[in-house]
Each structure stands twice: as C-alpha cells, then as structure tokens.
C-alpha cells in the first residue's frame, strides 16, 4: 500500500515561495501518475501541477509561469516550487498518486 506524506506548507506573505514536497512509501508502478492539487475554503479540489504518462506536465493556468513541479525518482518524492505567491493561492495542497491522496498541507498567504 503506498502512503503520501505532504510537507513544507506555511504561512507566507504575497511574493514570497515555499516549496512542497510529497514522499511516496511503498511500491509505486510509475511516478509519473503523480501530481499536486489544492482546496480552497468553500471550494472544490482543483489541479495544480500533474505529471502525465508521457512526461508532460499539466499546469493549471492559475500558476503557469510560477509554480514548478519537479520530482526524484530515486526517492519517489516529488516537488511544487511556488513563487510569486498570491492570496488566492490560499488553501490546503494534496498530493496524489492514483487513487491515492495524501493528508495535505495548509498554505497561506497574507495579502
């Protein structure tokens, strides 16, 4: 059974980065089902960042230009580099691989 562990979530100020990490324990077939998404309060989950079968990556058009995911094989981890971080950024951030979702991390961002 694989497990998602979510970290490096805070509270920040408007410009500023953080950056997230999301450990995978267990067997996984292929990291690339992995990818980030976000609640905010009183909204429904969304995507952030996905990596797809392909390689590609999907951004939401929210954070093109300032959010990078990025991950390490070797340590089935990956990444969500967030700068230039914006209010509306605020919520809680999952990571998922599958079926699978982590506890999630809190995000926010003062104006």
């Known amino acids: 059974q694989v497990q998602l562990v979510e970290s490096g979530g805070g509270l920040v100020q408007a410009g500023e980065s953080l950056r997230l990490s999301c450990a995978a324990s267990?067997?996984?077939?292929?990291?690339?089902?992995m990818g980030w998404y976000r609640q905010a309060p009183g909204k429904q989950r969304e995507l952030v960042a996905v990596f797809t079968l392909g390689g590609i990556v999907n951004y939401a058009d929210s954070v093109k230009g300032r959010f990078t995911i990025s991950r390490d094989n070797a340590k089935n981890t990956i990444y969500l580099q967030m700068n230039s971080l914006k209010p509306e950024d605020t919520g809680v951030y999952y990571c998922k691989y599958l079926n699978l979702w982590g506890q999630g991390t809190q995000v926010t961002v003062s104006s």
């Open positions: 267990g067997r996984m077939s292929n990291i690339n089902y």
